[in-house]
């Protein structure tokens, strides 16, 4: 990973200057990974690519506030999850919270899944659910933000963002339990 920074970082000093060319370069070494991400929130491909383009437009604007404190992909990764779940608002998807009265927390670190479901099936059947549990669970579970930052990302609560993550677990192990033991 070293050596990725030191031959990125040409290019994003050269971008810092408004080089269009370089700016090119990134777009090209990023724009499939990001594309990814993106996809995962939005679940339109036109839609994806736009909000991917529109991150990317973000990053070139800010891009003197990057200083290297994280790989320039996590950072650029941080604008599109950012920008997706700002499509997802704009569009009236957003996450509708929860009655805020739940004061308990219930922690589920019995999640299992037999061997025979690969990732695939896992986030297959995660993309499945309502959009305010596969939020959480893609925050979660495959970008690895912790409840703290998931309430900032989507404007709830911390105890908002954990129910809907033990309540969007539950929901996938009932469908993977239906789909190899049903």
Known sequence: MRVTKQLHQPIIEACKLNDAKAQMQLYD?????????????????????????????????KI??????????????????????????????????????????????????????????IVGSINKLKEKYRLVLTLYLLEGYDHNEISQILGI????SRTHLMRGKKQVQEHLKTSYYG
């Open 29 to 61: 070494l990023y724009c499939d990974a990001m594309y990814t991400v993106a996809l995962r929130y939005v679940k339109d491909t036109y839609e994806a690519e736009d909000v991917m383009q529109d991150a990317f437009i973000k990053a070139f604007k």
């Open 64 to 121: 003197n506030l990057y200083k290297e404190e994280v790989a320039f992909g996590a950072w650029l990764k941080k604008i599109v999850i950012n920008q997706s779940i700002d499509w997802l608002k704009k569009k009236k998807l957003a996450v509708v919270p929860i009655n805020e009265e739940i004061t308990t927390i219930i922690e589920d670190d019995d999640w299992q899944v037999t061997s025979k479901v690969g990732y695939d099936e």
């Open 157 to 160: 609560s911390e105890v908002t």
